[in-house]
């Protein structure tokens, strides 16, 4: 298949799998706590990865092993547990949203954590995403939904720590392996999110019928939008450029919010306004 048609087939595929992503959460709440949710996602992953790269893990040399493990926590843990709170009393649309500030809180922290410098259009991007993200929330606010607005800002504090994450990889990862670097983030991760585990009642209500149907759904977050939608986004980069494959920032919320309007979500005409007003400032940001 050539190259330029594949790209655009690898785009639409991610943006499917990451857009539906906020929906498998919000169904796998259903049946968990957002606790359960976290560690399971994450251990669920751990293992597939164990299956498809476990060989990987020993070209990460001994020192690089620090980085592996913050990496992990930044971009993985974290995000994991801030999610799946979130999405108890936020809706999957909004969160999806929210999330498309990853690509602007990376220049901000690359700028401000790690001497990276950026373009008077790219600040302006970071204004007017700032600009759309008060927008976001209090437009929620104002349809009745106040006490939302803490945790809306948990999606904030995920993208963030993506941010850093992706900042951590590219200054002192960038020699590793992609496979490499995911498999042994989970197996770090492995460890606490199983010891969390055991401190919640899931071993008590793992025979009920709808903790296993939520597993259902985790277990396809898992493998779908964790392992294999990594390999997938890495084999983008690889054959296109990391602006082309950025762009599926726009895409997961589009996906996200169709998810969304099926399930019943919807959000305040202020809130759409407030969605545009983020897009615009996430793509000023990424302009060269």
């Keep these: 298949m050539p190259t330029n048609k594949l790209k655009w087939i690898l785009l639409i595929g991610l943006a499917l799998v990451w857009g539906s992503s906020f929906i498998l959460i919000f169904k796998g709440l259903h049946g968990l706590s957002a606790i359960e949710l976290g560690s399971m ?3 669920f992953s751990a293992l597939f990865l164990w299956i498809i790269g476990f060989k990987s893990i020993y070209t990460i040399r001994l020192h690089q092993w620090k980085y592996i493990a913050l990496t992990g926590f930044m971009g993985t843990f974290f995000p994991a547990y801030l999610f799946a709170i979130a999405e108890t009393q936020v809706s999957s649309s909004i969160a999806s949203i929210l999330n498309s500030l ?11 954590g790690f001497g990276f410098t950026f373009k008077r259009n790219q600040s302006l991007g970071i204004l007017i995403g700032l600009l759309g993200i008060l927008t976001l929330i209090l437009g929620g606010n104002q349809a009745g939904s106040s006490k939302n607005i803490y945790y809306s800002l948990l999606v904030v504090l995920a993208s963030i720590c993506y941010a850093v994450n992706i900042n951590l990889i590219k200054k002192y990862l960038s020699d590793v392996k992609p496979i490499s670097i995911t498999t042994g983030n989970f197996t770090v991760l ?3 999110a199983f010891v969390i585990l055991l401190f919640t009642d899931f071993f008590e209500k793992i025979q009920l ?14 493998v779908l939008g964790t392992g294999i939608a990594n390999i997938v986004y890495f084999k983008l980069i690889q054959i ?13 919320p589009i996906v996200a919010c169709v998810w969304g309007f099926f399930n019943r979500e919807s959000l305040t005409f202020i809130q759409y306004i407030g969605a545009f007003v983020i897009l615009i400032g996430v793509y000023l940001s990424n302009k060269k």
């Design 41 to 43: 996602r994450i251990i």
């Design 240 to 252: 296109s450029s990391p602006i082309f494959a950025s762009s599926v920032t726009y895409l997961i």
């Design 190 to 192: 492995s460890i606490p």
């Design 102 to 112: 990853t690509p602007l809180n990376t220049l901000l922290i690359g700028v401000l």
């Design 209 to 222: 019928q709808n903790t296993q149907t939520s597993l259902q759904y985790v277990l396809l977050l898992a």
